[in-house]
């Protein structure tokens, strides 16, 4: 019985044995079971993560299609950036998963081939300029430049798309392109002369067109004062006639004679051999820029704080047509062919207007706003009809809040701006202005030169996205307002609110 009782135990044992080890087997199946679940899933959702693709690269795709466009175009366009997104999103979404955006990426890819060797040290930036910089925009479709003047949406960039650089190291600042040097082309050997006459602030300066010597320049008092600045600087006639500040002038195209626009609401009209006003025009408000028409010398554009931009005939005064706007029309340039003339205004918009070289008929176009994100006076509108970075016509802007725009201009598209560029500066007090560079060659930067409120003069590369100020010049004593240059790209001229007015001559280069 003793021996049956122990088999019996054993057997007993062996088969809890027997059943533990199949529980062991068991679970360990289960654990197998959740750990090619749980592989599978996580291969599922890395294959979901490669399908999902960035949404900025389909904003083209959502543009609506205007009743006269090209169907055909248009999906061959759609196409194309499909195919584009694919071959692309892959890569970003890895930069973007490593804690870099997009701009890293593209400076990256963009990068030198001995870019670790040339990386220089970065220059000290001037105190309170620092630089916003963003990327130029991918070549725009007709649907995308067409667009009309009644639409809302601003084209030409938005404030999210601007990427802000601070003087912290960053991901932009290790993969970025290596630093130009200080520009030897922008070196000066000194001042040239020096105009202290006047005791008002100097508010406008220009040189005469196509002339290396004549130059002019407006102050507070009302007074013009024109000036050689030959080998024998002097002055050489005082117009007086203006009973307020001189906002703006203008020479025609033989520099025998200037339009004037003042404060005290009136369009003056200068013999300059004369010394003599041969002509007032009387308005009801404040005129504030004024220009001749380039191909037809005849019609003159002025801008007042009224919101019209009038146009009259310079033989009689009349008034032969005007164009409303939504404010104060504070700045004004016309391009080359005299087709389109850009204005600014005093919530800081850009117009783009349509002018008849033979009537003088105006007609908007269309609407822009500059890079500024608050609105504010716009000082500054210069067309140039070649630049570097948009390799086309270009305008240049500047607002009381110191921020300068800079727009490639679509002539075929009538006028219609796309932003490039900003540059943003400490806000003003004075009505300070800007004013392109001479272009020095097709391989080094795009330089636009600029007062400020530290009496200094600042030259900065709008192809650098940090540490834009590449010169500066001292001399003067207070706020420096005016800024510009002379046919002949050698002297640079510039005033500021105690009445100088300082040459400046430019060293020669090879």
Known sequence: MADQNDSKIVQELDTDDEIQSQRREKMEVDNNGDATSSAQ?????????????????????????????????????????FRKANSGVHQRFDWRCNGKGYVAYRNFINRPRNWENLLLQSHTSTPNQSGRWIASPAPLSLLFEAESYHSSRNLGGSNNARTSFSSSTSDYERYDRPRKKAEPAYSFVGMHCIFDQCKFAVTVLKFGHMSSDLLAYGAADGSLTVCSVSESPSVTKQLLGHSKDVTDFDFTTNNQYIASTSLDKTVRVWDISRGLCIRVIYGVSSQWCIRFHPVNNN????????????????????????????????????????????????????????????????????????GSKRKSLVTVVQYRTFSLLARGPVLLTCTQDGSLAFFSVALEVQGYLTLRCSLKLTPRVHRIQASFCPLLSLEKGEYIVAGSEDSNVYFYDLTRPRHTCVNKLQGHSSSVIGITWNSGENFLASSDSSGTVIVWKRAKTS
């Open 299 to 370: 019609f003159l554009s002025v801008g007042n704080s009224s919101k019209e931009i009038n146009v009259y005939n310079f033989s009689t005064g009349r008034l032969i047509n005007k164009q409303v706007v939504d404010d104060e029309v504070t700045a004004m340039d016309h391009d080359h062919t005299g087709q389109l003339l850009f204005c600014g205004d005093a919530q800081g918009c850009i117009y783009t207007i349509r002018m008849d070289s033979r009537s003088g008929l105006l007609s908007r176009v269309h609407r822009n706003r500059t």
């Open 41 to 81: 899933q996580q291969h599922k959702e890395e294959e979901e993560k490669k399908h999902v693709y960035d949404p900025e690269v389909y904003s083209c795709l959502l543009q609506p299609i205007a009743s006269d466009s090209d169907l055909r175009y248009v999906g061959i366009r759609r196409f194309l950036l």
